[in-house]
């Protein structure tokens, strides 16, 4: 009997063509997505690059300068040399260029640009063309204010990124704490993002427990039943894992205030790069009003 | 001074105010004694390492540590708090659950900045116990990108940079690789030679006589059974009914199927 289940086809004949991921394999698949990115976040903050020998403090305060300056530039130019500037401190700090167009770019352009789309119709001014059947004006006016939007947010998104890649979490957290951020937010994000991990190990660990014992595919009430009992699994274990995570805080003299320790130093370097960063901005600010 | 580092009378406690954790559990342990806390799952093992750290307190009973009694109203106090805390060390069976911190470094100096030590203190010390438990290499690494056997020397690490009188450790050596089983029963060892007192859980009986000198059997909360490792593992029919081993039917060597007292979980066989 052993023997004739061990000759049976392992391959069922019907799904020989690629079939659709279920939503455990889906599931299981985006959980080991989001592990992977952090651990890719972790190699480039770890590269020998230019952001990444800059002293956190001045990368917050200089790329926190560089996002309020393309926010507010009001020239196409400005923001665009902005960007360049982004692309230019992404190629020396060694982030791949193809991943930042994948991961951010592109979805931005898809996030931001279904936001923008209505104001080349919409807004008031010369128009350039009208859409066939539907007649609607495209204006001058719509597009220059859907570039503007665009541009802005893909260079300020860029600098954000930038920043959280070239730099370790628990450094972007202490340069935080030395800005005058509360201590409590700075602890709190700084939990979160450790047991994020947890969770997440978690939960794949369930949904790979769950897809070992499975045979061809859930209907879509069954997906939908197991969902939302894997929520309720997941919260449940949240829950203790938060109460023993605070009796571990307790058992180490915790009584409700958190202390940190900060230990940067900064060298010449730092402030000659906090120096650049400034110049930049207010040229930014002067020349972009 | 008292002799004792923990006397424990007629200690009470359940879960939900329903469940019975603990029923009249009554015992102490000497100062500088090795005390091995036995039993299977849900024996009340881990509640009591947490009643004698001050992390849940008895509903009935009296429990002294260190020669003072301790109560919910005593940790009120900051100095009684700082000073316990500073004295007694908890090591949880998670480490997960211990490591909170965004990285190595951090989470030692915790414990130091909780106690409001000075900072260039801290910096050092820190430094030092990294040294000695040989994680400096670690020191910037997130605890979840450490292995299990890391994760344990980290959080052995960051409650002995406070260098308490008594260390607490539930279940030290579950889930771990018989290296890092073998690194921390060897430290238990030799931090207990310089006169510390250590109390320890666990449901593997191999590694009992290495960490305790005595031992306190619990089944169902209540405690069954105290003595010396030699004498306690020696009584079968007591960790049979304790449930820390059972009889099953195997053979051996081709001379057939019979019977005998086995543990799985750390290859023991006391027959």
Known sequence: MLQSTSEAPLVHPKSKRKRRQGFIERTVRSLADVLEQALFAEEVAKADGLLQSIDPRVKVVGLLLLVVATASAHSLSIILALFALALALALLSHVPIRRLATRVWIGVLFFTGSIALPAIFITPGVALVHVPLLHWPITAQGIKAALYLLTRVETATTLSVLLVLCTPWNQVLKALRVLRVPVVFVVILGMTYRYIFVLLQTAADMFESRQSRLVGRLDGQEQRRLAAASVGVLLGKSLQLSSDIYLAMLARGYRGEVYTLDDFKAQPRDWLALGGFVIVALFAFWFGR | ?271
């Open chain 2, 1 to 271: 001074m008292s002799e004792l580092a923990f006397d424990l009378q007629n200690i009470f406690y359940h879960y939900n105010s329903e469940v019975a954790a603990l029923s009249d559990v009554s015992f102490s342990v000497a100062r500088g004694a090795r005390v091995a806390i036995l039993g299977a799952n849900g024996s009340g093992k881990s509640t009591l390492l947490r009643i004698l750290d001050g992390l849940y307190f008895p509903e009935r009973g009296q429990i002294n540590v260190l020669g003072a009694p301790l109560t919910e109203e005593q940790l009120q106090d900051e100095e009684f708090a700082f000073r316990f805390r500073q004295r007694v060390a908890l090591v949880f069976q998670n480490p997960d659950v211990q490591l909170f911190n965004p990285t190595v470094f951090d989470e030692i100096a915790f414990g130091p900045l909780q106690m409001r030590w000075p900072k260039a203190q801290i910096r050092e010390r820190v430094e030092e116990t990294l040294a000695l438990f040989e994680i400096t290499h670690l020191k910037n690494r997130s605890p979840h990108r450490l292995s299990g056997g890391e994760k344990k020397r980290v959080a052995l690490a960051s409650v002995l940079i406070l260098d308490p009188e008594v260390l607490l450790m539930d279940e030290p050596t579950a889930a771990l690789d018989p290296k890092s089983q073998s690194m921390v029963i060897d430290f238990l060892a030799g931090w207990a030679g310089s006169g510390k007192t250590i109390v320890t859980t666990t449901h593997d009986l191999s590694t009992v006589g290495e960490i305790a000198d005595h031992c306190l059997i619990f089944q169902n909360g209540q405690l069954m059974a105290q003595g010396a490792p030699a004498t306690i593992l020696g009584d079968n029919g007591l960790l049979e009914r304790t449930n820390l081993i059972h009889v099953h039917r195997h053979a051996h060597d081709g001379q057939g199927i019979h019977s005998h007292p086995h543990q799985h979980i750390g290859h023991a066989h006391p027959h």
